[in-house]
């Protein structure tokens, strides 16, 4: 059984940090990418951050320069840290698991979330 579990969301003033941790078990695959998200109100989940089995990563615009995703494949976790957080920040962060490439990744398991409070 697949299990994602995030960690680490919580509140912060503006400009402040925060690091998401994803504890991944019951999933490998040679070309897994994995990724963060993030919903605000809505069906809609926003991509945040990828990176693939190769480490390359790719941004959103809107955290390029802030944020950095990495993995620690040992420890089979996925991370997202966070600086320079800003209101608009504000949101549930989801990590996922799927399988492809950096510009084309078909996820398949998702996390239940972890809340995020930028507050001005």
């Known amino acids: 059984q697949v299990q994602l579990v995030e960690s680490g969301g919580g509140s912060v003033q503006s400009g402040g940090s925060l690091r998401l941790s994803c504890t991944v078990s019951g999933y490998s695959s040679s070309s897994a990418c994995m990724g963060w998200f993030r919903q605000v109100a809505g069906p809609e989940r926003e991509g945040v951050a990828v990176?693939?089995?190769?480490?390359?990563?790719s941004y959103a615009p809107s955290v390029e320069g802030r944020f950095t995703i990495s993995q620690d494949n040992a420890k089979k976790t996925l991370y997202l840290q966070m600086n320079s957080l800003k209101p608009e920040d504000t949101a549930t962060y989801y990590c996922?698991?799927?399988?492809?490439?950096?510009?084309?990744?078909?996820?398949?398991?998702w996390g239940q979330g972890t809340q995020v409070t930028v507050s001005s």
């Open positions: 996922a698991a799927g399988v492809g490439t950096i510009n084309s990744c078909g996820w398949i398991h």
């Open positions: 990176i693939d089995s190769g480490g390359r990563t």
